[in-house]
């Protein structure tokens, strides 16, 4: 008896497969992910942290609101980060800095968005030193993860397998095939999905991530299927319990 009713549970799952787990399989394609390529790019409403050096931190004073000279005009090692100057960067993608005034960083990169701070500061200070971090890079991991969540970052580079790897990984249940990636440009949302079982997602524009990058992981069939017969569970054994009274009344 307890045979079919196993039978009846047995109808309501599957087992996956290698190919449908397994991350990057052989597909011949040749790799050449180029960072550069994909750097993202500063924009509207980034909290940028700016700090100007130079061979004499006295003359840097100005340009550093929030000074790493002390006293004794001496730099500060010990300075907390939440005490540098951050500038925030207008809906025109344009930031006000000590001195320069409004300066656009908006569509740069941080690399270039140093050289030109650096080219102004130029006209004030002899060999300026400039050290730029975004302050709120995050991307958000949901779905079928370990740790779901949001995730804010010291560096703007970052692959889609390392915030998978920060949200402990797709669970067995995670759909591979298809994750999708949520990304605002220009103030427009797009969605755009990635093969995690192929190689060729490693060339994908989309493999290094930007700030606020959502990544959505689908559940797999086998958990829809397994969903719904947990939702179902009850109309399942009475189904069975039924069945099982009807052939032991019909095999007396």
Do not use: H, W
């Amino acid at each position: 008896m307890m045979g079919i009713f196993a039978l009846i549970l047995l109808a309501f799952s599957s087992c996956g497969s290698r190919k449908s787990m397994v991350y990057l399989q052989d597909d011949s394609i040749k790799i050449n992910t180029l960072y550069e390529q994909y750097v993202p790019k500063i924009q509207s409403n980034d909290i940028l942290t700016i700090v100007v050096s130079a061979a004499d931190p006295k003359v840097t004073a100005p340009f550093n609101p929030l000074s790493t000279v002390n006293l004794n005009g001496t730099v500060n090692q010990q300075m907390d980060m939440a005490m540098r100057p951050t500038y925030t960067v207008d809906e025109e993608g344009f930031i006000i800095l000590p001195m320069l005034g409004k300066t656009l960083v908006g569509g740069l990169t941080r690399l270039q968005a140093i050289e030109k701070i650096r080219s102004e500061l130029g006209k004030y200070i002899k060999d300026p030193g400039v050290n730029i971090n975004f302050n709120n890079f995050k991307i958000s991991v949901l779905g079928e993860v370990a740790r779901p969540g949001s995730f804010t970052l010291s560096t703007e580079r970052i692959t889609i397998l390392e915030a998978l790897s920060m949200a402990g990984d797709l669970t067995i249940r995670g759909l591979r095939e298809n994750v999708m990636l949520v990304r605002e440009t220009n103030g427009q949302k797009m969605i755009y999905r990635l093969d995690l079982t192929k190689q060729s997602t490693l060339n994908s524009p989309y493999y290094y991530l930007a700030q606020n990058d959502v990544i959505y992981v689908e559940p797999s069939k086998v958990q829809i299927n397994n969903s719904k017969l947990g939702a179902n569970t009850n109309v399942i054994i009475s189904i069975a319990s039924l069945l099982i009274t009807v052939i032991s009344v019909l095999t007396r």
